[in-house]
């Protein structure tokens, strides 16, 4: 079992362990480890004077909220001093001289980066193979096939490997279309995608901006509401950042249920789905039945459509987003004897293949004939979808799903990206309607191997949804590696 | 769904994609497109498009001079630079 970050906290305060003693241990294990879940590792030299005044306010008595917990970040997040590449070729050189709006506010709240996670390229992927630094590799195994090496999920693969291996006590990862949850399930920890506008996208590098959003994974649920509170906050840097009231999370996440809680189940969810992943929601229900919990069937009238409006929204974001790379201001430059040929190379050779692809079916379902057949109707799809998830949650307070259709699959096994696509059918709707979504490991499937449930909550309604998923975690027990 | 010209695209995308590779995009970039178009069998005449999920979010803050990206900064990861310029090949005669 784990410490939690609570727990770790209460050993730095009495004095059990050191800020720095725990950073050794932190970065030891991660140096040694064959899971290729950092792309960038921090020595100890390099975050001396932090661990120091991290040290001096455990001894005054007056530590901050995170204060000293190594945390890893997704290597999207532009860190200010220390390299960040997106895991793509094209920004492999690329060190910002500013920091992320939400790695500041871990920064602000004593944490301490030990490195920087793998991921998918430009957060594009849901196995972490598309990364140009290589796959991460999940920790957990396949009980009847030990020898091969599973993906972690993606696009935070490297987050969710580093946190399930327990090389970092958390790590912050990103979530366009399902990129915390997805991952978080297949490694068997807890992964929160708050409401989009929730926490600042202000230096994270952009994918999809009416999509991407920040989140934790961690071991616990409650580790999640402590991460939240830092990173919670409005930001006049972020147009979409929402300036609604923030709540302590963490404060009241165990306490009882005092009212009854209704939780829709999508029958359409489960309609193909395997044995081990119906058992994940059917445990679930009895295990919170006893609580005042109230399970109702539901039905989308949208699931269908929801792949088909992401996969044209996501590129043509994508397309527009990633046009900034042009060898010109800043990352690879690849030579040519014009501008318009120094464009070329440089972002030819640049991206990788998804990427490339991505770009190209944002640029045609964006292009001239096909914009208002594509791109508009599938805004247009996109509030029919919001709006089935607001006619729902009229009756309900929260909608349990599966995260994933499957357990974590062999490296190199699925080729084809519809396939690949279809990973994310239980997390792209929620990304699309801009709800806050949270995975939670429920069990193992008969490979011996984490899956993962997922509570949707209603618009900005964290504190609620984090409580419900903190007593579905204690019922659930999950052994985590 | 008509033909993808894979040319054109990844011109319009200011890619250079390799001979040999673009058969292997043009057809990913067709069964892709064929797999979405499932969207154009929804009546969608009386709905607005969605930009931006929250709808309510635009904040008005003080009008206060920051410092922030200097030139040096801002030039610190330009593959060329000359002087305060990025470096660029010749674009006019």
């Not at chain 1, 100890?44 to 909220?65: A, W």
């Not at chain 1, 699309?432 to 995975?439: D, K, R």
């Amino acid at each position: 079992m784990k410490s939690s970050i609570s727990q770790i906290k209460d050993s730095l305060r009495d004095k059990k362990i050191s800020v720095e003693e725990l950073y050794d241990e932190f970065l030891i294990k991660a140096k040694s480890s064959k899971t290729n879940s950092f792309n960038l590792l921090l020595d100890k030299e390099n975050n001396i004077l932090s661990i120091k005044e991290s040290q001096k306010r455990y001894e005054n008595g007056n530590p901050l909220p995170l204060d000293g917990i190594p945390l890893g970040i997704k290597d999207l997040f532009c860190t200010k001093g220390i390299r960040t590449t997106a895991s793509s070729k094209i920004l492999s050189n690329f060190t910002p001289n500013y920091e992320s709006f939400v790695t500041q506010k871990l920064l602000d709240d004593g944490s301490i980066f030990i490195g920087k996670n793998n991921c998918d390229e430009f957060a594009m992927g849901s196995s972490n193979e598309t990364s140009f630094f290589g796959p991460v590799k999940n920790p957990w195994k396949n009980k009847n096939v030990p020898t091969d090496d599973l993906v972690p999920g993606g696009s935070s693969g490297g987050s969710a490997a580093a946190v399930a291996e327990g090389t970092c006590v958390a790590s912050m990862g990103t979530d366009t279309g399902g990129s915390i949850r997805q991952p978080a399930s297949l490694c068997g920890i807890v992964g929160l995608k708050p409401t989009f506008g929730s926490c600042s996208r202000w230096g994270i590098v952009a994918f999809a901006s009416s999509l991407d959003q920040a989140g934790p994974l961690t071991n616990s649920v409650e580790d999640a509401a402590l991460i939240l509170n830092s990173i919670n906050k409005h930001d006049f840097n972020d147009t979409t950042s929402s300036n609604h009231v923030r709540e302590d999370y963490s404060i009241g996440i165990n306490d009882k249920l005092d009212q009854k809680i209704k939780i829709g189940i999508p029958s359409d969810y489960l309609k193909d789905v395997s044995g081990d992943i119906l058992s994940q929601i059917e445990n679930t229900k009895k295990a919170l039945i006893k609580h005042n919990v109230e399970f109702v069937d539901v039905e989308f009238k949208t699931t269908e459509y929801a792949l088909s409006t992401y996969y044209i929204l996501a590129p043509a974001e994508a397309s527009s987003n990633l046009a900034r790379y042009d060898g010109i201001r800043y990352g690879v430059r690849e030579d040519g004897k014009s501008l318009d040929d120094i464009y070329l190379n440089s972002r030819t050779k640049g991206f990788g293949d998804e990427v490339t692809r991505r770009i190209l079916i944002g640029a045609y379902v964006l292009s001239a004939g096909y914009y208002d057949a594509y791109y508009r109707q599938a805004q247009k799809v996109r509030r029919l979808i919001k709006d089935d998830f607001q006619r729902i949650f009229n009756d309900v307070d929260f909608i349990l799903t599966p995260t994933t259709p499957n357990e974590a699959f062999k490296i190199g096994d699925k080729l084809d990206p519809i396939s690949m696509y279809k990973n994310d059918i239980y997390t792209v709707p929620t990304s699309l309607a801009g709800l806050p979504g949270i995975s939670i490991p429920s069990g193992l499937s008969t490979n011996g191997l984490p899956l993962g449930i997922q509570f949707i909550g209603n618009y900005f309604e964290e504190k609620k949804l984090l409580q419900i998923a903190a007593l579905a975690e204690k019922e659930l027990n999950f052994n985590g590696q | 769904m008509s033909d993808i010209d894979i040319k054109r695209i990844s011109y319009l995308a200011k890619l250079k994609l390799p001979h040999e590779k673009e058969e292997f995009y043009a057809n990913s970039l067709k069964d892709i497109i064929k797999w979405v178009d499932n969207l154009k069998m929804i009546d969608t005449s009386e709905t607005e498009p969605l930009h931006n999920v929250t709808e309510k979010t635009v904040s008005i803050r003080k009008d206060e001079i920051n410092k922030s990206n200097s030139v040096d900064d801002v030039l610190s990861n330009a593959p060329e630079r000359a002087q305060n310029f990025f470096k660029v090949p010749k674009v006019v005669e």
